[in-house]
C-alpha cells in the first residue's frame, strides 16, 4: 500500500460544483495532515491543515476519520481560479524531524 | 522578505557534469528540505536538515550530496549527474518538528534536465 495515495483525476467540474477529493494514509501512528495546492510549474503551497474535528475555510472544508485513515477535501462553488493539483500531505510522525510525505496528487480543472 | 528562493531556475547538463543548487531562507527557519519532483511520483524527500551544520538522507540521497554550512542555506550537490536526476528540484524551510502542523515553504523550483 502507499504511504499516501490519491485518485489522480483529472475531475472536471463546472464552475459552481461542488467537488470533494479523498486521500488515504498507511501510517495509523501519523498525527499531522494538510492540503497543499500546486498549480502548474509553480511550488506547492499549504491550502489548509486538517485538524480532527474537521476544519472550514470559506469554499474549502477538510474533514479526517482516523479509524479509516482517510482525508478529505471538499470545494464548495468551484471558481475558474481553483483549477489545480491538491495535494494531500501526511506529516510521518517518528522524531521531530517535520518529515512530510505527499501524495501525487488530484489534478481539478474546473470549466466555464 | 523573500522567502525561499532557489538559483538556478533552470539548467541543462551532460551526464557526468557536476552542479550545485542552492537554496537560500529568510525566515530563520531551523529545518530545510530538498525533494525531486517527478511525474506519477509525487514528491520525495532527498535530503534534510534539522539545523545548521547537520543533515540527514531522505527517502532517495542516492546520487546527491548536501551541506548545510550557514542557517539560511541549503545546498543541494550532484558530482556526477545521469539522466534519471532529470527532474524538479524543490527546497523547502520549516519551524522545528517539536509541534504538529508546521507548515512547510517551498521555493519556486529548480528545472533540471540530463542528457
Known amino acids: 500500500r502507499k504511504e499516501v495515495e490519491q485518485d489522480p483525476g483529472p475531475f472536471n467540474v463546472p464552475e459552481g460544483a461542488t467537488v470533494a477529493f479523498n486521500c488515504t494514509y498507511s501510517?495509523?501512528?501519523?498525527?499531522?495532515f494538510f492540503w497543499y495546492r500546486q498549480d502548474c510549474r509553480k511550488e506547492p503551497k499549504l491550502l489548509m491543515s486538517?485538524?480532527?474535528s474537521g476544519n472550514e475555510d470559506g469554499r474549502f472544508t477538510a474533514q479526517l476519520n482516523r479509524a479509516s485513515q482517510y482525508i478529505s477535501l471538499l470545494i464548495r462553488d468551484s471558481k475558474l481560479s481553483d483549477s489545480a493539483t491538491y495535494l494531500c500531505?501526511?506529516?510521518?510522525?517518528?522524531?521531530?524531524?517535520?518529515?512530510?510525505?505527499f501524495g501525487t496528487g488530484t489534478l481539478l480543472a474546473v470549466q466555464p | 522578505n523573500a522567502g525561499v528562493t532557489q538559483t538556478p531556475k533552470f539548467r541543462v547538463l551532460k551526464t557526468g557534469q557536476s552542479m550545485t543548487l542552492l537554496c537560500a531562507q529568510d525566515m530563520n527557519h531551523e529545518y530545510m528540505y530538498w525533494y525531486r519532483q517527478d511525474p506519477g511520483m509525487g514528491l520525495r524527500l532527498i535530503h534534510y536538515?534539522?539545523?545548521?551544520?547537520?543533515?540527514a538522507k531522505g527517502e532517495v540521497p542516492d546520487g546527491y550530496n548536501v551541506s548545510r554550512l550557514k542557517k539560511q542555506n541549503f545546498l543541494l550537490g550532484l558530482e556526477s549527474a545521469a539522466p534519471s536526476q532529470t527532474s524538479v528540484y524543490f527546497c523547502?524551510?520549516?519551524?522545528?518538528?517539536?509541534?504538529?502542523?508546521?507548515?512547510?515553504?517551498f521555493g519556486p523550483g529548480t528545472r533540471l534536465t540530463v542528457l
Open positions: 523547502a524551510s520549516g519551524t522545528s518538528g517539536g509541534t504538529s502542523y508546521n507548515e512547510q515553504f
Open positions: 500531505v501526511v506529516n510521518w510522525e517518528g522524531g521531530a524531524t517535520n518529515k512530510l510525505i
Open positions: 486538517v485538524y480532527s
Open positions: 501510517n495509523s501512528a501519523s498525527q499531522s
Open positions: 536538515s534539522v539545523g545548521e551544520g547537520t543533515t
